[in-house]
């Protein structure tokens, strides 16, 4: 698990494997904009520090390969109380795609709502992101809806998609 003397290698991973992933079908200003709200160190540091939170490093041998973020979410819109976890990122370096490290992550996340008594995962991807979309539903996840995500002042839409547990 991570703490918050991590926060600035999760902040560089952040921006790394969000650039990699989506520089190239997004402007320049709104990858910026978007990098400067949502990973800069102070946003990581809150994030890290909230009890709630869940971060896993992924490493291989000594170098970072990506991480992942849980938190105890419902459902958009859904009443129920603590019965579900949100998968709020599983981000791997490009160069650790396919080593089995987006894996290893999946399964602790899995685990760990488990053993946390969660009756889902929920998470939410960018309809254009066909690689994740393709490991999601390999994992059981399907989509049960969708809604807007603003990435520096573009809306776009994620698919909402869940597994149960």
């Known amino acids: 698990m991570a ?20 520089a190239g079908q997004n402007t320049a200003e709104n990858m910026q904009k978007f990098m400067e709200e949502q990973f800069s160190h102070e946003q990581l540091v809150r994030e890290v520090n909230d009890p709630e939170n869940i971060f896993m490093l992924a490493f291989s041998g000594d170098e970072p390969a990506g991480y992942a973020f849980l938190r105890p979410k419902n ?11 949100e998968i709020s990122r599983i981000y791997v370096l490009d160069t650790f795609i396919g080593h089995g490290v987006g894996r290893k992550l999946m399964e602790e996340c899995i685990g760990i709502s488990k053993k946390a008594g969660k009756e889902l995962l929920w998470l939410g991807v960018w309809e254009h992101n066909q690689r994740a979309i393709d490991f999601y539903t390999k994992w059981g996840f399907e989509k049960f809806s969708s809604h807007p995500f603003v990435l520096g002042d573009d809306v776009q839409q994620d698919w909402l998609m869940k597994k149960m547990l």
């Open 3 to 22: 703490d918050a003397g991590d926060a600035a290698l999760i902040a560089d991973l952040s921006r790394q494997t969000f650039y990699d992933t989506f």
């Open 75 to 85: 459902l958009p819109g859904d009443e129920k109380t603590h019965h579900a976890m």
